[in-house]
């Protein structure tokens, strides 16, 4: 199986969001940890084989290969990996009526880092290259729940914020954006949003 090549992490271009609790979906807000958008993180020819053989080495599971549900939905037990390896969609992030919400490309190459709680959705699927398709992941021994921001999810909500960050980052491993304060999120302008 060949290694994943991944773009050196002085070129990686990033966008991180914090996305304000819209209606019963948390978001960021219980955390703080952003929405992480890797852009170009590896090349767009990269298999989903390749990508499910480098994330166990940072701590993940891959669990399965799909595109996303077109319903806003989060994850109340684990932060999710998504890794596209096939074609280009939009996505929103934080729910459709959030002033705060999120709408972004990604495309093959690109992986995002969903933190628990945050709502994310399909908007659109392009088409192109046999349709929108991702590795999804999630830290070892984390277990994923589906909520949809309804009221009775209240206390599902309540326990985004208690979920363990990331010991690693899913893709650099030791030294990657997820393990990054503010400080040098911030220090990289231009190619981070937070």
Known sequence: MPSLNLTPLASLRLST???????NIPN?????HPLFIYHSAYPPSTSASTLESHLPSNGLTPQWRYTMYSTT???STT????????????LLFGGEQNPGKVEAEVKAGDAVVVPAGVGHRLLEDYGDGGGFMMVGSYP???NWDMCYGNAEEGEKAKVVEKVPWL???PLYGDDGPTLWGKEKL????GKSEL
């Open 73 to 75: 939905h989060y994850h």
């Open 79 to 90: 932060h999710e990996v998504l890794c596209v390896y096939q074609g280009r969609a939009r």
């Open 140 to 142: 070892e021994g984390c």
């Open 17 to 23: 969001h914090l996305i304000p609790t819209h209606s």
């Open 186 to 189: 911030e220090g990289i302008k």
């Open 167 to 169: 010991k690693r980052d």
């Open 28 to 32: 960021t807000a219980p955390h703080s």
